[in-house]
C-alpha cells in the first residue's frame, strides 16, 4: 500500500503529522515525561480531581466489589446498580429530570443528534463545535446549516425561512479550541420564537460553570431541551452522558445506537464520576480555578497578549503549523507541556498553543509557566 506513505509524507511536509506523547505520570500539575518535570498546561483535568484521595478510593471500592468490566451493554448484562445511581447522580446534579449515560462522549452527540433528526429536519450548527457533533450531525441524514461562529442572528434568518416540522439548534457550551461560550441566552430566546430545539455541549463546561458548577445552562440561569456533557473531564472519569426529561432520556434508551450497541463503561469509572460529583458539591474546587484563570489572564495580559477567552481554556495563537510546533517545543525545553494545535483542528492559518487551567496549579506553577510563554513570544513574536 504505497498510498499510505505517499499520504504520511504529505502530512509531514505541511507540518500536521502526529504523534502520540507518552507521560509517566497521573494528571497532576506537574508531570513526567522523558524523564523531565513539566508543567502541565493543556489537561481538561480542570478542577485537578483525577489524583482527588476521595475520587480514587471510589474507583477502588467499585473494583473490589464489582470488577474492572461491565461485561456486556447496557441493555443486557452490563447495567449494575452503579450506573442507575450515577445516572441518578448526574440528574440531580444537572438539574434535570433524568440521565442517559454513554460510553464516551464523542458517543453521546453521534448517539443523540442521528436518533433526534432524521432527512426532512434540519440542524443549526456552530461553525467550531466539536468534530462529535459535525459527525452526529452527518449521521443524522438532516439538513445542516452551519452558522458563523456565535451569531445568533444568523440562525434567526435561518429559522425564519425555514418550513422544517423539526429544528434543533446544536452548540458546544464552551468551545474547546477558543475558551470561549456560546451566546445561550439569545440562542434560547430564538429558539423558543421558532419552536426550534436546543441542545448544548456542555463537556468542557460542567462541574465549572455556573452559580452551582452544573455548566453552561446554569452560568445563564435557563434551560435546554438536550443538556449533553462528558465525565472525562471536570469529573475526572470517562464517558458521556445526556440529561434532560423523562420522555427524551426514554427515548434514546431505545433509539441511540452508540448507547444499545456499545459495552457499558467499567464499574471504576462510574463510581469515579459519582464521587467527583460529591466533591464539587461539597469543596467547590471550581473557586480555585477561577482564582488561578483570573492570576494567569492578568499575566498574560502584562505581557501584551490579547485574551479573547473568559473561561480557563486561554489559547496562545501562533498562526501557521510549523511556528505552531516550534512554539510548542520551545516550550516543552522551558519546563511547560502545552501542545500545539493544528488543523483540521483549527482553521487553516489559525494554528494555537492550547493553554488550560487547573484547581490544583499553585502560584508557583502559573508564575513558571508565564515566565517560560514569555520566552516564546519573544522568540516567535505572539
Known sequence: MDWLNQELADIRNKGLYRRLNTIQSAQTPRIMKNGRELILLSSNNYLGLTDHPKVKKAATNAIAEYGTG??????????????????????????????????????????????MMDKGDLILSDELNHASIIDGCRFSHSEVKVYPHRDASCIEKILQSSRHQKKLIVTDGIFSMD??????????????????????????????????????ADHFNLNVDINMGTMSKALASMGGYVAGSYELIDYLRNRARSFIYSTALSPPTAAAAMAAIDVIEKENPA???????????????????????????????????????????????????????????????????????????????????????GVIKEKFGL
Do not use: C
Open 70 to 115: 461491565a461485561g456486556g451493554s447496557r441493555l443486557t448484562s452490563g447495567n449494575t446498580e452503579l450506573f442507575d445511581q450515577l445516572e441518578e447522580k448526574i440528574a440531580q446534579f444537572k438539574d434535570t429530570e433524568a440521565t442517559l449515560v454513554f460510553s464516551t462522549g464523542y458517543m453521546a452527540n453521534t448517539g443523540t443528534i442521528p436518533a
Open 287 to 373: 473557586k480555585k480555578l477561577w482564582n488561578n484563570v483570573d492570576l494567569y489572564r492578568k499575566g498574560l495580559e502584562d505581557m501584551g497578549f490579547s485574551i479573547n477567552s473568559n473561561t480557563q481554556i486561554i489559547p496562545l495563537m501562533t498562526g501557521d503549523s510549523r511556528r505552531t510546533l516550534d512554539s510548542a517545543a520551545l516550550l516543552e525545553k522551558q519546563g511547560v507541556f502545552a501542545l500545539g494545535i493544528r488543523p483540521p483542528t483549527v482553521p487553516d492559518g489559525k494554528g494555537r498553543i492550547r493553554t488550560s487551567l487547573m484547581a490544583t496549579h499553585s502560584r508557583k506553577d502559573i508564575d513558571d509557566a508565564l515566565f517560560a510563554i
Open 179 to 216: 475558551g470561549d461560550m456560546a451566546p445561550l441566552p439569545q440562542i434560547k430566546e430564538i429558539a423558543e420564537k421558532h419552536d426550534a430545539m436546543v441542545m448544548v455541549d456542555d463537556a468542557h463546561a460542567t462541574g465549572v460553570l455556573g452559580k452551582h458548577n452544573r455548566g453552561t
